[in-house]
């Protein structure tokens, strides 16, 4: 699903104008996005957790040629989702047959 869609399905279910749908979503991304450059964790009830973790410096190799390389220290987005995001992904699998 794209931000488009998104958008799209937004101005469906809270009937609102696709300029107030497009700059809901847009502004919701900004705060999570600079929420998380500062550092904090985004916690949305019932959906999951976002936050930051570094990942320290270590050895490496690089797959074509072999040798051995430093990968530096760096910072990864990290996702928790919730126990009630789990189970609702897990409860309705299109295309997975439970019965074999």
Not at 35 to 43: D, I, M, N, R
Not at 72 to 92: E, G, Y
């Amino acid at each position: 699903m794209t931000k488009a869609e998104v958008t799209t399905r937004i101005c469906e279910k809270a009937r609102l104008s696709k300029e107030d749908a497009i700059n809901l979503v847009q502004t919701m991304f900004e705060i999570i996005k600079a929420s998380l450059e500062a550092g904090e964790q985004v916690k949305i009830g019932g959906f999951g957790t976002f936050g930051i973790r570094t990942k320290r410096q270590r050895k490496g190799r690089n797959p074509q040629t072999g040798a051995e390389i430093l990968i530096p220290q760096h910072r990864v987005l990290t996702f928790k989702p919730s126990f009630t995001m789990k189970k609702a992904v897990n409860s309705t699998s299109p295309g997975i047959n439970h019965s074999d």
